[in-house]
């Protein structure tokens, strides 16, 4: 067996590996990056950046007809063909060169193959032409991510149904689209496949309400979006069984409520899971199929001796591209400052941990409308104890809303400890609300007062002043 | 002569003078709020919000040509006609009413007519059917605004140029265009018009770039959207003579260089002048013309006992109507409190100081590429003697903005304090950047440092994470 030795291997080389090795390299460490699919992982070519190359155009051209003067010029029909071809063009079409090159311009070292743990510092790699065992001098990096989450409805695996991979690699919109769930990637790829040309598009969630773990005014807003789209949204219902027949024919969809519910295609957007089956974590005593537990410094709980970490979705804390990146750079500063005897930054938000995975995580849900948060929703942050007070807005109030848009719908909220006056979290919904958050996620980072913030005035006519309206709703 | 009293006498009705009495009635006191013209101000109808009107459905036209699938499905021609319906609309179609009825509202008297100070706490006001004194028992605020600059260029007053006014609630594109000036106003309306119908617009520009104030970069590629819009910009010259022998016929231009242009109507974007010619500061000893000096709190330099008091465009800190309303909020604040006996809050950041004026005064220039800059510029910090390191990034790499449009072309600069890592200012300039200065203005107010900005992630793929970039060149 081929044996090679590196200071740090790294498994899996999505965004967050890539980040992890990139940081480690910086530090003066050799490391192996071990892919057994492609380099740029799921968010390049099967999430983040297909499903936002679907959507761009449908929401440019729905602004530009919210606007008097360009409605009268936009009139023409979303072009389908051009808006899937523009998606291929972004995904490299499925072909990782780009990120490859990228690789050696780092100085990492790709293993293509199935990585898995094989005791401590050890990975073996199982390629086509046989097995790669890697030694780690310092550290392994687990960073395999998540899968996406099959539940055992009756039927619904024998149905072969879309995940967030075919939803967002299509080469063309099923009739009628039935969608389980109501989270993100149900919301985005509903919206997106039914101005695409889905006929039917319906939207199956359990809870009572789309995105569940938003503040509620957000769900609603969406909501309304997909319905003013054409979509049916089924709230307080799940689909009990499924069948299909014929494989290349139509699923049927038994509701607890008794629907039925006919489809061509049905997209499970259900959750995901840990990609732990089958990495070996059974060989450090941990469960597959389960998250990785770590602590701030991405270090494997439970594991001894500072030489096994997970980062990215693998570990649980915070299921983000950028969160994952966030964890790579201070994970790849430690374990070249560990490895070279260097300080260590942990404490609260110091340069080694992770620290705003808890206090100030931000998500763009790329629905028209936009569904833009940071850090705590009023329930998580009551529920955790804090002192609150929050501030609404109608966003469709603010001067730079409706220029931006005529009849402009959204909705601005800051969550805020009512003791220290610093946020706690932010959520914005309306179109185009995505680069409003921002603002909002460098007050929390920053514990920045509220009496600070006034004087932190938004230019006029942005839609930003929306920060100033929620402030004199918190009053002076 | 009629002769009323008032806790505060405000002059000038504009958005200033609107917030500061606001805030000095929910303080308790008496406000009369003098008004010449329109109440709303110059913003309302000449300014922000008719040019915002006029731009926006251009910008979300080209927004939407820019993205491959609604490239195609916009593809007419701008409606002139709906958007000058549309601009006409929010302006109130020049009936100020609505804004009369939030005076009502607030508790604030109007009283039409022109102002003039007349002594200390006294203001006279010139109505058609008389005089009315107003005297104040505590403050009277001078929120006059600016007026176009006319330089004394020979022949351009008789040429009647079309001034910030004209230029925003004109009712037809003249045939050919000539703009003085390269600041903002001259921008944005060089833009609206051309692409509203002007077959010929040309900018002449004393100076060797276009708004001069920002960083270079930012004119630089404003130029270039100009220049790709089909408008010519004339750098390092300006006009010598204008003649216009027939006052309804076209303007003959020469220029220092030689250069004769020949227009239909010339637009004056070269300055604003203090609306103080008639107000009467030359019985309190100010100069009639000049800006009204003032210290932080807005007190009026030079004049004893603390009741005059100028805030806004007038006392020339900074000629925005955002930062006017601040101005408005803490001296209205202020004003209260002194008369109430409460205690001031004056110290730097202090709830009744207008600290960022000096320090963060944020501004957006909607043109296509859009211009979002708040604090210093490179120059500016040296020149105040700041310790500086830049840190620049090509926003069209960032994948938000590749998604958002197709050849995505601009720019992100951040000038930090060297030393306390700090930042002292941000220009961001591209399509709709306008919403990402934002969270500039919050970490300069906040005095966020460099290490704690690495846990402000913002979110993928948003144009925000030009500040992960951002960072990433600054090093880790």
Redesign the interface.
Known sequence: MDIQTYDVVVVGAG?TGENVSD?AVRGGLSVAIVEAELVGGE?SYWA??PS??LL???H??A??R???????????????A??L??RDA?VSRFEDSGQVSWLESAGITLVRGHGRLAGERFVEVERPGGTTALTARHAVVLATGTRPAIPPIPGLREARPWTSREATSAAKAPRRLLVLGGGVVAVEMAQAWRALGCQQVTVVERGDRLLGRTEPFAGALVQEGLEDAGIQVVLRSSVRRIERPDPRGPVKATLTDGRIIVADEVLVGLGRQPATTDLGVDTVGLEPGSIVPVDDTMAVQGVAGRWLYAAGDVNGRAL????G??QA?ALG?LIAARAGGLAEDTAR?G?HVS??DHA?????VFTDPQV?SVGLTESQARAAGHPVRTVGYDLGKV??A???A?GYIGHAKLVVDSVREVLLGATFVGQ?S??????A??????E?PI???????????????V??RLLEEWG?
């Open positions: 965004p940081r968010c983040c950046i936002k190359a761009r155009p449908i440019a051209l602004a530009a919210r606007v008097p003067g360009s409605r009268e010029a936009a009139s023409g029909e979303l072009d389908v051009a808006t071809a523009h972004m983000l591209t950028h969160q990146k966030y750079r500063d938000w340069r620290t705003a100030a995580v931000a998500q763009v833009a001067s730079g409706a220029l931006h005529e185009d995505a680069e409003l958050v921002h603002a996620t460098v007050a929390l980072v920053g920045v009496s600070r913030l006034w004087h932190a005035v938004p230019s006029f006519p942005t839609m930003s002043e920060w100033l002076r």
